[in-house]
């Protein structure tokens, strides 16, 4: 059998390349990126990505792989504020980005309430949340996120499954200004029309539904 040549080991390394270096997403999730600063993610939200609602850090388990690595690039650029995540995006590559995002996307989530806007709203809240109120031109939840607040590709993620600390504390950064990278700056309008109590209630509201459906 004769020798490679040299040209063609070079050629075999260096198309081998890529894989052996490609960033491992699972691996980012467990134990963190290259960058020490890019802290694991299991450590705020959970070993199955499904976040830590007493402590009010969402799920990621199951969200669109696109939306994950959009805000992971956002918080990086600081187009969305958040003390914990902004550093830690920063420290992050490209690939790490793409790489943790697939994985996470992957992941088993639990399923959405069977909600949609045929149902009958027995109360404001459930209303705000199947109908929304168009005098104010607030659509319903369900009507971008989906029924029972599944989410929607890379632009409208779940609301069922997250807790309500969170989603209040998303609904106020809208509010407030700190965070405003929503296409067509939809969110800001919406949240902006809320009342206090309507956030603090629609929060609570998908929350509950998403622990209800979890039951046996």
């Avoid at 590559?93 to 697939?102: P, T, Y």
Wanted: a neutral charge; glycine letters at 12%.
């Amino acid at each position: 059998m004769k020798p490679l040549s040299r040209a063609l080991i070079g050629s075999l390394l260096i198309a081998g390349w890529p894989a052996a270096h490609a960033a491992d997403g699972q691996k980012i999730f467990n134990q963190g990126g290259q960058n020490p600063a890019a802290m694991a993610c299991l450590g705020c939200h959970g070993a199955d990505g499904k976040g830590i609602a007493a402590a009010g850090f969402p799920r990621l388990a199951g969200l669109s792989a696109g939306y994950l690595a959009k805000q992971l690039r956002d918080f990086r650029s600081g187009t969305r504020q958040q003390p914990v995540m902004e550093p830690l995006a920063k420290a992050m590559s490209d690939d790490e980005i793409h790489a943790v995002s697939q994985y996470l996307a992957a992941l088993p989530a639990d399923p959405a309430p069977d909600l949609r806007r045929q149902q009958i709203a027995p109360d404001p809240i459930t209303r705000l949340a199947l109908y929304g109120d168009w005098q104010r031109n607030i659509p319903g939840c369900v009507q971008c996120h989906g029924p029972g607040g599944a989410g929607i590709g890379e632009h409208f993620p779940p609301l069922s499954g997250q807790p309500a600390a969170y989603l209040a504390a998303q609904l106020d950064a809208w509010r407030g200004g700190t965070r405003s990278n929503d296409p067509n700056q939809l969110m800001v309008g919406v949240a902006k029309a809320m009342t206090a109590d309507e956030v603090k209630a629609i929060s609570e509201f998908f929350a509950q539904l998403a622990r209800q459906e979890a039951k046996p």
